[in-house]
């Protein structure tokens, strides 16, 4: 038997490893059962290669809980150590056998999936267990050796007759740490964490068939050869379908589209996103992207690997070339990273390009599920920008989708003004803006659907990349004056009369909230009008949706409306005509509710009063 310190330089490691190396001491079970898989997928490869001719045979990794004597084990039956091993590997905390492993067989082990190289792992059993047991038989058939160590730096090591090659760990659960001898716990946590490791994990049995054929089976809790780690061509829609139900169990809503990651040069990334259908309320996206390294679940926090308004898909990547353990803002300044973000957004404008080409019809009926996804995208990255305009769809309030170019290819003729600028009329509801929407569709004008919350930026940004181009809302202005033409409509009211008509009018409603203005009109339109103008309504939202206190200082300012009067109107000339101050003043009041009213604007009190007068008129 030895017995010695283990060669640390800090004379107690142990509480250190306890308190600071991994904030969540549950990551002990996913350290030790990636260092069980490495065991494992090393044999693998010493096999193949020729190196021993042990039999490999069909290795699983057991995990047992032993509640009585407050024990976990877990049991490869991997390359197993010799003593020496251990001396080596394990009482030389921090001298990672995983590296000198790929360092000895580079270029061979490059692909066999091995996982540790932080040379740490091992030790973090400590944040759960106050003693920990090694028995382990090396493949090499040397005996098998038996280590123990109670958490101080004194381990003991010795002989002992372990039969199977392998390797057992042995963990004495701390009195602070009995939830790790749950059962419920500990499936949990290998759902979580080990899900899709590349080895076989047995967790119980279960009984299956019936009656007399019932028979006792282990349970397998993981899918050693999840989707994602297969090529494209070995899949079927319904095998990436199938992969999307084991990822989330609980979600029944199908994805839209799935996009398959795979790249190894000049980084290794593998992965499937999924496009869901996204709920109004996005903050609910609560199924995240899974970040995996080498099949071993890191984290569901992908902040800073893929882009921002890529973080709501779904699905999983897996690249061991994501450094671990480190800031986000590290992360993000991280040259891998900041590769690995372009990657993927390359991808996915790749694939919606693709499923544009391939059905337009099918990606136009997706595109009201995927919009603010990639309206956001457009914002926020100039790359996928460049490359949305050509799949970035634009329908109309009858259902038409164009891309940018085919809008103003099908507007240009109809929709220039006299100054030469095409003028793109849009709604933000159908409902609301309905009267605004069939006035514009009379004039053979095109106006087309956008109601996603960040519309008002995406408008701003695609006029400053296309010159002389202005996107304006429906109810900006009058129709009339939406797309300003040279035709004047002559007044039938008088330059007198127009004045003394403004004059009247200003009078009666508030100067703070209303800009009075007269237009020659056709004498059909409505004689009163209100609109908001563009300009006002846009900047009003863009600082709404920015948060905080507002672009420009613009978020306290007030509501302000253009009051159109249509001089050619009959209501115009009776108010002139009439020269009774009290009966002009009510049908004044009346028209402006009206207008009001069409608005969407007449609301509490008014409201009442406005129902409340018109009955009275009925009398
Ligand atoms: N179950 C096992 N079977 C065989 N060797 C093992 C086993 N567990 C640990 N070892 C050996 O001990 C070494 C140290 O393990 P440890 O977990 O501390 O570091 P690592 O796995 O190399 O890196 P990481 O910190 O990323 O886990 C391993 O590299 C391996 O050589």
């Not at 939406?482 to 009666?508: A, G, H, W, Y």
Request: charge should be negative.
């Amino acid at each position: 038997m030895t017995s010695g310190k283990i060669n640390v330089t800090v004379e107690n490691i142990f509480p250190l490893i306890k308190k600071f190396l991994y904030s969540d001491h549950e990551i002990f079970l996913r350290e030790l059962i990636s260092n069980a898989t490495d065991a494992t997928l090393k044999l693998k490869h010493l096999t193949t290669i020729g190196e021993t001719d042990v039999e490999y045979g069909n290795p699983i990794i057991e995990v047992k809980i032993d509640k009585e004597n407050k024990k976990l084990h877990i049991i490869d039956q991997g390359l197993g150590m010799t003593k020496e091993e251990v001396e080596k590997y394990i009482n030389q905390v921090a001298f990672s056998g995983a590296e000198e492993f790929l360092e000895k067989y580079k270029d061979s082990a490059k692909d066999s999936g091995i996982i540790g190289h932080f040379g740490l792992g091992f030790y973090s059993a400590f944040m759960v267990a106050d003693k920990v047991e090694i028995f382990t038989k090396s493949y090499k058939g040397e005996a098998a050796a038996h280590w123990t160590c109670d958490g101080s730096p004194e381990y003991t090591l010795e002989a002992c007759d372990k039969a199977d090659r392998g390797t057992e760990i042995v963990l004495h659960i701390a009195e602070d740490s009995l939830e790790f001898l749950e059962e419920s716990k500990i499936r949990e946590l290998l759902v979580k964490y080990n899900k899709f490791m590349p080895v076989a994990i047995k967790f119980g049995t279960h009984e299956e068939g019936e009656g007399d054929d019932k028979v006792e089976v282990d349970t397998i809790i993981n899918n050693p050869t999840p989707a994602w780690t297969k090529q494209p061509s070995e899949l079927s829609d319904e095998d990436y379908k199938n992969f999307y139900r084991e990822l989330y169990p609980t979600q029944f809503e199908e994805p839209l589209f799935h996009i398959h990651l795979n790249v190894d040069y000049p980084f290794n990334l593998t992965g499937i996103l999924y496009f869901p259908k996204l709920s109004a309320d996005l903050s609910m996206q609560k199924d995240k992207i899974q970040l995996y390294q080498n099949q071993v679940f890191v984290t569901d926090n992908v902040e800073g690997i893929v882009p921002d308004f890529l973080t709501m898909l779904k699905g999983v990547i897996d690249s061991p070339d994501i450094p671990l353990n480190v800031s986000r803002s590290y992360l993000q300044a991280d040259g891998n990273v900041k590769k690995i973000s372009n990657y993927i957004t390359r991808k996915v404008a790749d694939k919606l390009k693709s499923l544009f080409n391939e059905n337009r019809e099918d990606f136009e009926s997706k595109w009201n599920d995927i919009k603010v996804v990639l309206e956001y995208g457009m914002l926020s990255e100039e790359k996928f920008y460049e490359k949305a305009t050509s799949f970035a769809l634009y329908p109309t309030v009858d259902g038409k989708y164009y891309t940018l170019e085919e809008l103003k290819e099908a507007t240009k003729d109809v929709q220039t003004d006299k100054d030469g600028n095409l003028v793109i009329l849009y709604a933000s509801n159908k409902d609301a803006q309905h009267s605004y929407i069939t006035a514009a569709q009379n004039k053979g004008y095109q106006v087309v659907l956008l109601d996603s919350p960040i519309v008002s930026h995406l408008i701003q940004k695609l006029e400053s990349e296309n010159e002389k181009m202005t996107f304006t809302r429906v109810d900006a202005d009058h129709i009339n004056n939406l797309i300003k033409k040279e035709e004047d409509t002559i007044s039938r009211l008088s330059e007198d009369e127009q004045k003394s008509l403004q004059e009247i009018v200003e009078n009666l409603v508030p100067k703070d909230k209303y800009t009075v203005k007269l237009e020659a009109m056709d004498s059909a339109d409505e004689p009163f009008i209100l609109t908001q103008p563009e300009f006002m309504r846009r900047m009003k939202e863009m600082s709404q949706s920015s948060g905080g206190g507002g672009m420009f200082g613009m978020g306290n300012l007030p509501e302000m409306y253009n009051l159109t009067i249509n001089t050619n109107s009959d209501l115009a000339s009776n108010i002139i005509n009439n020269k009774d101050e009290a009966t002009r003043s009510e049908s004044i009041k009346q028209a402006m509710d009206l207008a009001k009213l069409s608005q969407g604007l007449l609301k509490g009190e008014e409201l009442t009063a406005f129902v409340k007068r018109n009955f009275n008129n009925l009398k």
